[in-house]
C-alpha cells in the first residue's frame, strides 16, 4: 500500500505531512513511557524484521499480491506508540534507499500504514484481551483479528484521502469497493503472519510483549481478613538476559534470511494498491521517484547482475540500515527516559 508521487495532490500531501508530523512527535513522548529494559532492544529488531517480511509478496487473488503492514505486529510487540515509530522508519528507510513509495507521499504512507493500522489494531486488540480468557492463546487470537481488521482499516483511510486529493477524476465507489475487497484478502495473510510471530514470542518470553503485560493475575494474600497483593518474586537478571539476547539474535537472523534469501521467491504480481490503481485508472499522473537512480532502487543492488544476489544484498543491507537506525532512535529515547526518572530529578521534583 504505498503510495507513489503523484497519486494525492500536493496540499492534500502537505497536510498529511502535517499529521504524520505530529503524530510522531506524540509517539516520540510516549515511546519514552514504552520503552523500558525489555522493550527498547527489542523495538529495533521489530522495525527491522517488519522490513525484511514486507520483502515477501503473497498472492491473494488473480493476479494479485499483499504483503505485511506491521502496524498491528509492532503495536502488540512493543507498544503502540513505538509501533508508529517502528512502522515509520520502516517507511523511510523505504522511501530513501528503495525508492519505494513517493518521497512527497511520505506523510501519506505514515498516516495510513503507521498511524492508521497501528492505531486500529492496538484498539481492538485491547478490546479482546479485556473479553477473552486470561491465557496466552487469547493473545493470539486478539492479535489475529487485529491485524485482520487493521489493513482494511487502511484502505479506507487511503480511499478518504484519495477522495479529498486524488488527481485523476474516478469513480471513488468503485475505488473503495476495490480497496477494501482486496485489501481484506491482504488483511488475512496479515493476520497470520502477526498471530504466528507473537504466538511464537510469548511462547518463549512473554514478558517481552507489550501486549502480553498483566496476562497473569498478581497473587493475592490474605491480611488481617483483606486481600492484598503479593510481593514480586525477586527477578532473574542472569537468565533473563542471556534469554532476551536469544530471542534478540534470533530475529535478527531470521530477519536476514528472509530478506537475504526468502524474499527472491516472493510474488511478483502487483500489491493490492498497485492492482487497483492500475485497474481503476488512479496511477495515471504517477511521478518518477527521486530516489529512482539510487544504488538500491527497487531492491536489487545496482552493477550486480545476478538477480538472486542482487535482491538478497539489498534486503540484507535494507535490514541492516534499518536495525542500526531503529535502534539508535529508540536508544536515545530510552536514555531520556531515564534521564528524566533518574533520582536527582524526582528528588527536585518532590
Given at each position: 500500500?504505498?503510495?507513489?508521487?503523484?497519486?494525492?495532490?500536493?496540499p492534500?500531501?502537505?497536510?498529511?505531512?502535517?499529521?504524520?508530523?505530529?503524530?510522531?512527535?506524540?509517539?516520540?513522548?510516549?515511546?519514552?513511557?514504552?520503552?523500558?529494559?525489555?522493550?527498547?532492544?527489542?523495538?529495533?529488531?521489530?522495525?527491522?524484521?517488519?522490513?525484511a517480511?514486507?520483502?515477501?509478496?503473497?498472492?491473494?487473488?488473480?493476479?494479485?499480491?499483499?504483503?505485511?503492514?506491521?502496524?498491528?505486529?509492532a503495536?502488540?510487540?512493543?507498544?503502540?506508540?513505538?509501533?508508529?515509530?517502528?512502522?515509520?522508519?520502516?517507511?523511510?528507510?523505504?522511501?530513501?534507499?528503495?525508492?519505494?513509495?513517493?518521497?512527497?507521499?511520505?506523510?501519506?504512507?505514515?498516516?495510513?500504514?503507521?498511524?492508521?493500522?497501528?492505531?486500529?489494531?492496538?484498539?481492538?486488540?485491547?478490546?479482546?484481551?479485556?473479553?477473552?480468557?486470561?491465557?496466552?492463546?487469547?493473545?493470539?487470537?486478539?492479535?489475529?483479528?487485529?491485524?485482520?481488521?487493521?489493513?482494511?482499516?487502511?484502505?479506507?483511510?487511503?480511499?478518504?484521502?484519495?477522495?479529498?486529493?486524488?488527481?485523476?477524476?474516478?469513480?471513488?465507489?468503485?475505488?473503495?469497493?476495490?480497496?477494501?475487497?482486496?485489501?481484506?484478502?491482504?488483511?488475512?495473510?496479515?493476520?497470520?503472519?502477526?498471530?504466528?510471530?507473537?504466538?511464537?514470542?510469548?511462547?518463549?518470553?512473554?514478558?517481552?510483549?507489550?501486549?502480553?503485560?498483566?496476562?497473569?493475575?498478581?497473587?493475592?494474600?490474605?491480611?488481617?481478613?483483606?486481600?492484598?497483593?503479593?510481593?514480586d518474586?525477586?527477578p532473574?537478571?542472569?537468565?533473563?538476559?542471556?534469554?532476551?539476547?536469544?530471542?534478540?539474535?534470533?530475529?535478527?537472523?531470521?530477519?536476514?534470511?528472509?530478506?537475504?534469501?526468502?524474499?527472491?521467491?516472493?510474488?511478483?504480481?502487483?500489491?493490492?494498491?498497485?492492482?487497483?490503481?492500475?485497474?481503476?485508472?488512479?496511477?495515471?499522473?504517477?511521478?518518477?521517484h527521486?530516489?529512482?537512480?539510487?544504488?538500491?532502487?527497487?531492491?536489487?543492488?545496482?552493477?550486480v547482475?545476478?538477480?538472486?544476489?542482487?535482491?538478497?544484498?539489498?534486503?540484507?543491507?535494507?535490514?541492516?540500515?534499518?536495525?542500526?537506525?531503529?535502534?539508535?532512535?529508540?536508544?536515545?529515547?530510552?536514555?531520556?527516559?531515564?534521564?528524566?526518572?533518574?533520582?536527582?530529578?524526582?528528588?527536585?521534583?518532590?
Amino acid at each position: 500500500m504505498h503510495v507513489p508521487d503523484g497519486f494525492i495532490n500536493a496540499p492534500v500531501s502537505a497536510a498529511a505531512g502535517v499529521v504524520a508530523a505530529g503524530a510522531v512527535a506524540v509517539s516520540l513522548r510516549g515511546a519514552r513511557r514504552e520503552l523500558d529494559e525489555r522493550t527498547a532492544p527489542l523495538a529495533g529488531l521489530v522495525a527491522a524484521f517488519i522490513f525484511a517480511v514486507q520483502m515477501l509478496n503473497f498472492p491473494v487473488a488473480a493476479g494479485t499480491s499483499g504483503h505485511l503492514l506491521g502496524g498491528a505486529l509492532a503495536a502488540i510487540l512493543v507498544g503502540p506508540f513505538t509501533g508508529v515509530l517502528c512502522v515509520s522508519v520502516v517507511l523511510l528507510m523505504q522511501g530513501v534507499l528503495f525508492a519505494d513509495g513517493g518521497l512527497t507521499a511520505l506523510g501519506v504512507n505514515i498516516t495510513d500504514m503507521a498511524i492508521t493500522t497501528t492505531l486500529v489494531a492496538y484498539l481492538v486488540f485491547r478490546g479482546l484481551v479485556k473479553v477473552l480468557p486470561r491465557k496466552r492463546r487469547s493473545i493470539t487470537v486478539a492479535s489475529f483479528v487485529a491485524a485482520l481488521l487493521s489493513v482494511p482499516a487502511a484502505a479506507v483511510v487511503f480511499t478518504l484521502i484519495y477522495a479529498i486529493g486524488g488527481t485523476t477524476d474516478v469513480s471513488i465507489g468503485k475505488v473503495a469497493t476495490a480497496m477494501v475487497g482486496v485489501h481484506v484478502l491482504i488483511g488475512i495473510g496479515e493476520a497470520v503472519i502477526t498471530a504466528l510471530t507473537v504466538g511464537a514470542v510469548v511462547a518463549v518470553r512473554p514478558d517481552l510483549v507489550y501486549g502480553a503485560r498483566g496476562l497473569n493475575r498478581p497473587l493475592k494474600l490474605r491480611v488481617a481478613g483483606e486481600l492484598v497483593d503479593a510481593p514480586d518474586a525477586a527477578p532473574a537478571p542472569v537468565a533473563a538476559r542471556g534469554s532476551h539476547r536469544k530471542v534478540w539474535i534470533t530475529g535478527l537472523v531470521t530477519s536476514l534470511v528472509l530478506a537475504g534469501f526468502v524474499s527472491f521467491y516472493a510474488s511478483a504480481d502487483p500489491d493490492g494498491l498497485e492492482k487497483v490503481a492500475h485497474d481503476k485508472g488512479i496511477d495515471e499522473k504517477t511521478e518518477k521517484h527521486a530516489s529512482d537512480g539510487s544504488p538500491l532502487a527497487g531492491y536489487g543492488v545496482k552493477d550486480v547482475g545476478d538477480a538472486r544476489l542482487s535482491g538478497g544484498l539489498a534486503g540484507v543491507i535494507g535490514v541492516g540500515v534499518t536495525v542500526v537506525a531503529g535502534s539508535g532512535i529508540f536508544w536515545v529515547l530510552r536514555r531520556r527516559r531515564t534521564a528524566d526518572t533518574s533520582p536527582s530529578q524526582i528528588t527536585e521534583t518532590l
